[in-house]
């Protein structure tokens, strides 16, 4: 079972940026896919990025597309979530998720790992 844990949430204001990380245990980390996905108060949990195995297969839900950057470094077992020009819709706990395979998905159905989420709190 992989471990993942986020970090690098915080508040910050409009505009501002963060970058989220998720570290993970065991070797096989760069065989997989990855998503970042995050759950507003009284919302459903949304995908937000996913990346495939190798990084060639990227996908951004349309309300961040331009602004959030998914990227992983398979040496470090670490996938990350550049976050730019922060709104206050942006708002949520954000949680990285293991696909079950190499190929990314939006659907949480895809995803056997999941963190323990970071919150992001962007204030107006």
Known sequence: Q???VESGGGLV??????RLSCAASGR?????AMGWFRQAPGKEREAVATINWVAGSIWYAD????RFTIFRDNAK???YL???A???EDTAVYYCAKGSSAWS???EAAYDSWGQGTQVTVSS
Do not use: E, I, W
């Not at 309300?63 to 331009?66: E, L, M, P, T």
């Open 86 to 88: 922060l709104k206050p």
């Open 105 to 107: 998905a939006r659907s």
């Open 2 to 4: 992989v471990q993942l």
């Open 63 to 66: 309300s961040v597309k331009g």
């Open 28 to 32: 096989t980390f760069g065989s997989y």
């Open 82 to 84: 550049q976050m730019n």
């Open 77 to 79: 077992n670490t996938v």
């Open 13 to 18: 204001q409009a505009g501002a940026s963060l």
